[in-house]
C-alpha cells in the first residue's frame, strides 16, 4: 500500500521537475531546508526524553542534582545492578514476554478464524453479528475491571498471569482488521476450488486463507503485542509486587520516600531497550501497518 | 451462495461408500460423509466467531452491566453485607466536589491534550507528504515516541518536570522566566500531563492522516492550480475536507482514550499517587475511580463513577463527531 503511494509521489515529483518545480500540489513540491529542519528538530524532540533517561542512569545520582550534564556518564552499570537489586526484574521482563507472546499468539489466531468466517463464509446473522463486533470497539473494558477484579478473586486467579492474558485473549479490533484484509485478499473461487476437492472448513481455513493472510497478522501481531506491552491498569490491579509484569515493576520501583533518579531511570532505560531494538526491527512494518489501517479504516 | 455451491459439488465428487444402511435413506444421497460435511458447513462458521462473542460476553459486556448492578449496593469490598441503596452512589457521586474536581482535571488535561494534537499532525502530515529523501526513515523518526513504555515515559517525564533539578525548569530559567511548580499548580500539572499525551500519539496520528492525504485523488489538485487556486486555498479547499473521515477517526479515538487517562497522572510525580496531588489538583476520573475501588475499597461508589464516566465518553464523542463533521464540512468552498 505505502509502496503504491510512494511510487505514486515520486512520479509527481518528476511531473513537478518538468514544468520546471511549478509543483500544482503540496505532495509535488520539492521540501527545503525549513522542512527538512522542522521534521528533525520534531525527531531530536522524539528521541530526547529517551535520552535522557540513559543520561541521568549513567550519573552517580548526588553528583547529577549539584549540576545538569549533558554527556552520559560511566556509571550505568552500577545502577542497573542496583535496579537488579531492587525489582524482580528479570521475572518481571520474563513474566512481560509470556503474557503479551500468548496474547499475541492467540489474539492472532481467534481473530483470524472470526475475520474468515465474516469474510468468506455464509450463515445467519452474519450481517447484525459483524455489526455487533464493530460496536463493541466503543465500549470501554477499562470500565469494568471491578466486576473482573472480582471474579478473577473468586477464581483464586489473583495474582497469576492467567489473570492478565485471559481477558485479553482476542480483541473486537483484531476480528475487524482480519475481516477486512480477508476480504480483499482471499479469492472466493480459491475456497470454492479447496472445498471442491473435499477440504473440511478447517482445512480449507488452514491451508488456504492463512497463508494469504501473512502481512496482515504479523501487523496485527505487532500492535497486539506493544499494546499488550504497555497495559498497565489491569496489571496492576491483579498482579502483586512479587509477580510483576515490567511495567507494574516499574512504578514499585519509583514509589518510596527518597526517589533515586539514577535508580528509577536506569530502570526504565533497561524496560525501553528491549521495545526500542523490536522498534528498529519491525519499523517499517509497523509504519506500513499504520498508513494500510488508516486507509481501509 | 458459495455454501451451497460447495456443498452440491462436494457431494458430487466424493465417492459414497459402500454401505449397507446407504438403502435406508435410498434417492436423498445423506451419507454419513454428506451429514458431516453438511454439520461442517453450518456450523464451523458459528465455531469460528465464537470465541470472539464468549469472551467479549465475560469480560467485557457481563462486567459493565455487573458494574452497573453493583453501583446500586453500598458494597465494601470484604465487607459482611452489601446492603441496596438504589441511586444513592449516584447522587453522592453527584454531590462530591472530588468527582466534578475530578471531572474538570480531565476535561480540561483532554483538551488541553487532543486540540494541539490534531493541529500539529495535520501540519506534521503535509511536511511528510512533502516528496523527502529517505521517506520511510522519517516517518519511523515521528513515530518513536509511540513504541516506547508509557509507565517508563510518564516517569521519565516526571522527571523532565521536576521543581528543582528538571531540565525544563533550567531551560524556562535560562530564558529568564520564572521557575514553574509544574507539579503544584493545578493548570501547570495539566499543561505538563497533557504535554505527555501529544508527545506519545502526534506522530502516530500524523502517520494516520498521511495516509489518508495520499488516498487523495491528484487530479483535485491539478484542477485547483489550474484555475490558480495558492496552496494554502488548496489545503483549506481540498485536503481538509478529504480528511474528514480520518478526522472523525483520530478524534473519536483520542476521546475515548483520552478520557480514560489513568497512567500519566498516578506516576506523574511519585509522591502523589492515587491522590493525584496535595489537593487533587491533577486527579483524573479514572484515578479517582481507581482510588475508591481500590484504595478505599468502595466498590458501589467506584462502579457508579464508571458508568457516568461511561455515559460522558459516549456523550462527548457524539459531540466530538458532529461538531469534527462540521468544521471539516465547512471548509468546503
Known amino acids: 500500500m505505502a509502496t503504491v503511494a510512494d511510487r505514486q509521489a515520486s512520479t509527481g515529483v518528476k511531473r513537478a521537475r518538468k514544468s520546471k518545480g511549478k509543483a500544482g500540489s503540496l505532495a509535488e513540491r520539492r521540501p527545503g531546508f525549513v522542512v527538512y529542519g522542522i521534521l528533525i528538530a520534531f525527531i531530536l524532540g522524539s528521541a530526547f526524553p529517551f535520552y535522557w533517561s540513559f543520561l541521568v542512569a549513567s550519573h552517580d545520582d548526588a553528583k547529577f542534582t549539584a549540576e545538569m550534564p549533558l554527556l552520559p556518564g560511566g556509571n550505568f552499570f552500577h545502577n542497573a545492578g542496583r535496579v537488579l537489586d531492587s525489582i524482580p526484574f528479570w521475572k518481571a521482563l520474563g513474566n512481560s514476554v509470556i503474557v503479551s507472546g500468548t496474547v499475541t499468539v492467540s489474539v492472532v489466531i481467534l481473530s483470524t478464524l472470526a475475520g474468515f468466517a465474516f469474510a468468506k463464509l455464509r450463515f445467519k446473522g452474519r450481517g447484525p453479528l459483524m455489526v455487533f463486533v464493530v460496536a463493541t470497539l466503543a465500549v470501554p473494558t477499562q470500565l469494568g475491571i471491578i466486576p473482573l477484579y472480582m471474579a478473577m478473586a473468586e477464581f483464586g486467579w489473583s495474582g497469576t498471569l492467567g489473570a492478565v492474558i485471559i481477558p485479553n485473549l482476542v ?75 515490567m511495567q507494574v515493576a516499574l512504578e514499585k520501583l519509583q514509589s518510596g520516600y527518597y526517589v533515586d533518579n539514577s535508580l528509577v531511570l536506569a530502570g526504565t532505560t533497561m524496560a525501553t531497550v528491549p521495545i526500542l531494538i523490536v522498534f528498529l526491527v519491525l519499523g517499517r512494518q509497523i509504519v506500513a501497518g499504520i498508513m494500510q489501517g488508516a486507509v481501509k479504516g | 451462495m458459495t455454501t451451497e455451491l460447495t456443498v452440491t459439488r462436494g457431494r458430487g465428487a466424493e465417492p459414497r ?104 499532525c495535520v501540519l506534521l502530515a503535509v511536511l511528510l507528504n512533502t516528496a523527502l529523501r529517505g521517506r520511510t526513515g522519517w516517518r519511523m523518526g515521528v513515530l518513536l515516541p509511540y513504541v516506547a513504555s508509557l509507565v517508563a515515559l510518564t516517569i521519565i517525564f516526571g522527571d523532565l518536570f521536576g521543581v528543582q533539578y528538571g531540565i525544563i525548569n533550567d531551560l524556562i530559567e535560562m530564558i529568564g522566566l520564572d521557575r514553574i511548580d509544574w507539579q503544584a499548580e493545578r493548570w501547570w500539572s495539566h499543561v505538563a500531563i497533557a504535554s505527555m499525551v501529544n508527545w506519545r500519539w502526534t506522530g502516530y496520528n500524523a502517520l494516520i492522516v498521511l495516509a489518508a492525504m495520499q488516498a487523495i485523488p491528484r487530479d483535485i489538485y491539478e484542477a485547483a492550480w489550474v484555475d490558480g487556486a495558492s496552496k494554502v486555498r488548496q489545503f483549506f479547499s481540498i485536503t481538509l475536507p478529504m480528511l474528514r473521515p480520518t478526522l472523525i477517526f483520530v478524534v473519536v479515538t483520542s476521546t475515548i482514550g483520552g478520557l480514560q487517562i489513568f497512567t500519566e497522572p498516578l506516576l506523574f510525580s511519585p509522591s502523589a499517587g492515587v491522590n493525584g496531588g496535595a489537593t487533587n489538583q491533577y486527579q483524573t476520573v479514572v484515578l479517582y475511580m481507581y482510588s475508591s475501588g481500590f484504595r478505599s475499597f468502595d466498590l458501589g461508589y467506584a462502579s457508579a463513577m464508571a458508568w457516568v464516566l461511561f455515559a460522558v465518553i459516549i456523550a462527548i464523542a457524539g459531540i466530538n463527531y458532529l461538531i469534527t463533521r462540521k468544521l471539516a464540512t465547512s471548509g468546503e468552498a
Open chain 1, 171 to 245: 480483541t473486537a479490533f483484531g476480528v475487524f482488521w482480519m475481516r477486512q484484509y480477508i476480504a480483499d485478499a482471499v479469492p472466493d473461487e480459491l475456497i470454492e476450488a479447496a472445498r471442491m476437492d473435499g477440504c473440511s472448513m478447517i482445512r480449507t481455513f488452514w491451508h488456504v486463507c492463512l497463508p494469504a493472510v501473512r502481512p496482515a497478522a504479523a501487523m496485527l501481531g505487532i500492535f497486539t503485542f506493544m499494546m499488550s506491552w504497555n497495559d498497565f491498569l489491569w496489571p496492576l490491579i491483579v498482579l502483586n509486587a512479587d509477580n510483576p509484569t
Open chain 2, 17 to 120: 461408500p459402500p454401505r449397507r444402511d446407504d438403502n435406508d435413506d435410498i434417492g436423498s444421497g445423506k451419507s454419513w460423509r454428506y451429514k458431516l460435511t453438511r454439520l461442517d458447513v453450518k456450523f464451523s462458521p458459528y465455531l469460528y466467531i465464537a470465541p470472539f462473542f464468549i469472551l467479549f460476553a465475560v469480560v467485557g459486556l457481563f462486567p459493565l452491566l455487573y458494574t452497573a448492578y453493583i453501583s446500586l449496593f453500598d458494597w465494601e469490598l470484604g465487607g459482611d453485607e452489601q446492603p441496596f441503596v438504589g441511586i444513592d452512589n449516584y447522587a453522592e457521586l453527584l454531590a462530591d466536589s472530588q468527582f466534578w474536581n475530578a471531572m474538570v482535571n480531565t476535561l480540561s488535561i483532554f483538551a488541553m491534550s487532543t486540540i494541539p494534537q490534531i493541529i500539529t
